[in-house]
Nanobody, 122 residues
Framework: QVQLQESGPGLVKPSQTLSLTCTVS??????????WSWIRQPPGKGLEWMGV???????EYNPSLKSRTSVSRDTSKNQVFLHLSSVTPEDTAVYYC??????????????WGQGTQVTVSS
């Protein structure tokens, strides 16, 4: 079974870059047709898909966050990264690393990490 573990700082100051790591075990981030997405949930709000990196390195982003979001990976460490720049308190949320199969519109998200709380505050 694929397991995902998010890690990174729980507190980030406004205007700084939020950086998170997703460490994957039990599966490869280069496995054919696999997709690795970051999803967040602000307090009292719904889930928001942020971006994805596919098994071949292709990336796509939520248009509302594209200018500030970067998803990357280190295949040697089987890790996926999230960088969200110029953060504000509205970026406070629980951040999840997830995986599923292409296309997500058909199969959806298969596995979720536990999630990590990130607070943006000075």
């Amino acid at each position: 079974q694929v397991q995902l573990q998010e890690s990174g700082p729980g507190l980030v100051k406004p205007s700084q870059t939020l950086s998170l790591t997703c460490t994957v075990s039990g599966g490869s981030i280069t496995s054919s047709y696999s997709l690795w997405s970051w999803i967040r949930q602000p307090p009292g709000k719904g889930l928001e898909w942020m971006g994805v990196i596919a098994y071949d390195g292709t990336t796509e982003y939520n248009p509302s966050l594209k200018s500030r979001t970067s998803v990357s990976r280190d295949t040697s460490k089987n890790q996926v990264f999230l960088h969200l720049s110029s953060v504000t308190p509205e970026d406070t949320a629980v951040y999840y690393c997830t995986t599923g199969l292409w296309p997500l519109t058909r199969y959806g998200v298969r596995n979720w990490g536990q999630g990590t709380q990130v607070t943006v505050s000075s």
